[in-house]
């Protein structure tokens, strides 16, 4: 049997070939369903009414044209129309078509003829047809017979197939083999938009692993100063969850060019494919670029794509379009996207909907997101449903969610079972919560065992958690090392640590030289760094930091600036800020308003405010009155008060026994 080459070359070529490389190829090679992606049909169906081109194939084949038989074929086939087909098929075989022996194998496999199918598939690839090559390809891997199959989808690429150059790509990258993305990259510079998505993956996989650093994993949810032990307290949602993208990869940084990899989710995220569309989408929010970002989830979301209708919803509540955002987590969630479900439950829990959101969080279990049992658990924590409470967090920790295991050791633990406790703890602490690591320092620190309690506190904080920073600052600071605890002071005080900020200021404070006094006249100095780190605590409300901030205000001069950190130190209750601001008024005239603060600071405990009184009471000749201060001051201290009211209160007693 003779094959005629040329008239194979133009039946097998055209613009068919190229739309169904884009179209039909990643339906069919993704589904691993039948080969139908290799028939071969004419430039001339794209551009004909297909009824006329039928009639004039029909009445050349019947008068003996080969090309119109074989052409009619490969027509019927991709309509269905199978018993259509065969007899013209197999007649243009007959005659040495090798598209037509290719066709006429596409036919009998969907027949169940596998191996007649391969038989008549080899004699066209043989003959030098692609399309039969990446079949016969696809046909060997199918039962298994790897090194035939590489060789006839080698074939296939090599033509400059686009198929067969994927198909041999995915079977490359299958055993690991280097020269996969040769051929991805063949394939989807073809076209093929399974292929670049590929592509894209491997090369975006590729700079992740250059790149990779150490990722902040936890929340920073401790109270400051406190030491608290207390669960994460949001819903375990994520603002995105493409289920490829990673945090901290390489591609799509802020402010970065494009990449290669994204290029190519580009290019196949536009020929329709919509993992790519939500992986792009993910890229471009990463980088601030949302409102493309929201176009290309929208995309995707279009297209059934899940993950993309939850991230879509995350794009649209943070823009402040809550409802819309429901309706795409609502889609997504129905479409069993846990994440999504999630979401919902959140919105509901915040609007005080508790069913609903209780609902939501359950669908999300269901779903299969661990995050479900872990929401319910703190949906029934925050209504004091602590058994239940347990019960959601403990299903949640058994399943490997971290932050579960941590809630769930801080339940036992205020419930007493520190023994309990310990193990889950340990557990989050090892899986990566840095909430779970600053709460075995304090489990270790309440057992006076302070060697084990910071190593914990520095796990944590070597992973940035705040409190613990300041933990090891403090014990830094205990130790006489005050270069490393002014490291983790500035980290923890970075962090929004009032108290870290208070004890930083104090070190460096204690570095300055002596100001000396105010000079009437001379210009004000600039703040220093110390002054400025007690601000930042002052005005967080540190009331130790807001009464150190109004006296370096009052050494600069500024009086007025000192009276506001005073009073608002004072009226949080500090006794050292009402003494102070008490001297402050005396010293303007205000010497009955200054009375008042030194009365409140002396019944909160301050011995100089109440040997002030005792002054103001002897000058004003309220002898008893002045007595009785004198009294307190001797109580309160420290020695040198208590040793001046003392001779105080002699001379009183002599003035009034007098």
């Given amino acids: 049997m003779v094959f005629m080459g040329d008239r194979a070359t133009l039946l097998e070529t055209g613009r068919f070939v190229q739309r169904h490389a884009r179209n039909a190829a990643d339906e069919i090679i993704e589904a691993v369903g039948a080969v139908d992606a290799a028939v071969d049909t004419t430039a001339e169906t794209d551009a004909e009414n297909e009824t006329e ?64 199918a391969a038989g008549w598939w080899r004699v066209a690839a043989v003959a030098g047809s692609a399309p039969a090559a990446h079949a016969l390809g696809r046909h060997h891997r199918e039962r298994g017979d790897e090194p035939a199959a590489e060789y006839w989808l080698r ?43 590929r592509l894209a993956l491997a090369l975006e996989r590729r700079a992740t692993e250059t ?63 919509r993992r790519a569309a939500l992986h792009l989408g993910t890229i471009l929010e990463h980088r601030g670029e949302l409102k493309e970002a929201g176009r290309w989830y929208l995309s995707s979301a279009k297209e059934g794509e899940a993950k993309a209708a939850c991230a ?35 919105l509901h829990a915040a609007r005080g909907e508790q069913q609903t959101a209780e609902r939501w969080y359950r669908a999300a279990m269901d779903a299969g997101d661990v995050n479900g049992a872990y929401n319910l658990g703190l949906l029934c924590a925050a209504q004091d449903r602590i058994p239940q409470a347990e019960q959601w967090y403990r299903r949640a920790a058994y399943a490997g ?17 520190a023994n309990g406790a310990e193990p889950w703890f340990s557990k989050a602490a090892e899986a990566g919560s840095v909430d779970a690591a600053f709460n075995l320092g304090i489990l270790h620190a ?38 490393t605890a002014e490291r983790h002071l500035r980290c923890a005080a970075g962090g929004g640590s009032a108290e870290a900020a208070f004890r930083l200021a104090s070190v460096l404070d204690a570095r300055r030289p002596d100001p000396g006094p105010a ?77 008042l603060w030194w009365t409140r600071a002396a019944r909160a405990g301050h011995g100089r405010a109440a040997l002030r009184l005792a002054l103001l009471a002897a000058r004003r000749g309220e002898l008893a009155e002045g007595s009785r201060w004198c009294a307190r001051a001797v109580e309160l201290g420290p020695a040198e008060v208590a040793e001046r009211a003392a001779r105080l209160s002699e001379a009183l007693h002599q003035e009034l026994t007098a």
């Avoid at 920073?220 to 993208?245: K, N, Q, S």
């Avoid at 794009?315 to 889609?331: H, I, M, P, T």
Wanted: net charge negative.
């Fill in 155 to 197: 074939q296939a690429a090599e033509q400059g197939h686009a198929l067969g150059a994927y198909a041999l790509a995915d079977l490359l990258e299958h055993r690991s083999d280097v020269g996969a993305e040769r051929w991805l990259r063949a394939a989807a510079e073809q076209g093929h938009r399974e292929a670049a998505y």
């Fill in 446 to 483: 309440g057992r006076d065992d302070d060697r084990t309690a910071l190593v914990w506190y520095e796990r944590a904080a070597a992973a940035g958690h705040t409190e613990a920073a300041l933990q090891v600052g403090i014990a830094a600071l205990r130790d006489g090392d005050e270069r």
């Fill in 519 to 595: 000079v009437l006249g001379a210009p004000r100095e600039e703040k220093t760094e110390c002054e400025e780190w007690y601000e930042r605590a002052a005005q967080q409300g540190h009331r130790r930091a807001q009464v150190r901030v109004g006296m370096l205000a009052a050494g600069r001069g500024d009086l007025a600036e000192a009276d506001r950190w005073y009073r608002e130190a004072a009226e949080a209750g500090s006794r050292n800020g009402a003494f102070n601001l008490g001297l402050l008024l005396a010293r303007e005239g205000s010497e009955r308003e200054a009375a």
């Fill in 401 to 417: 969610h971290r932050e579960a295991a941590n809630a769930l050791a801080v339940l036992l633990l205020q419930a007493g079972d």
């Fill in 211 to 273: 790149t990779r650093g150490p990722h902040d994993t936890g929340t920073r949810l401790r109270v400051p100063g406190t030491g608290a032990l207390v669960p994460t307290g949001a819903p375990a949602t994520a603002p995105t969850a493409t289920g490829t993208a990673a945090a901290g990869r390489a591609v799509g940084e802020p402010g970065g060019e494009p990449t290669e990899a994204e290029q190519w989710f580009r290019q196949a995220a536009a020929r329709g494919h």
């Fill in 53 to 116: 081109t039928e009639a004039r194939h029909r009445r050349a084949a019947e008068r003996g044209d080969l090309a119109s038989m074989s052409a009619l074929g490969a027509l019927l086939l991709r309509r269905g129309d199978l018993d259509g087909a065969e007899p013209f098929l197999r007649g243009a075989t007959a005659e040495g078509d090798r598209a037509a022996a290719n066709n006429l194998g596409v036919l009998l496999h969907q027949r169940g003829y596998a191996e007649e």
């Fill in 312 to 346: 879509l919803g995350f794009l649209l509540r943070d823009a402040g379009d809550e409802e819309s955002a429901a309706v795409w987590w609502l889609r997504a969630a129905q479409d069993g996207d846990g994440n999504a479900a999630n979401a919902l439950g959140a």
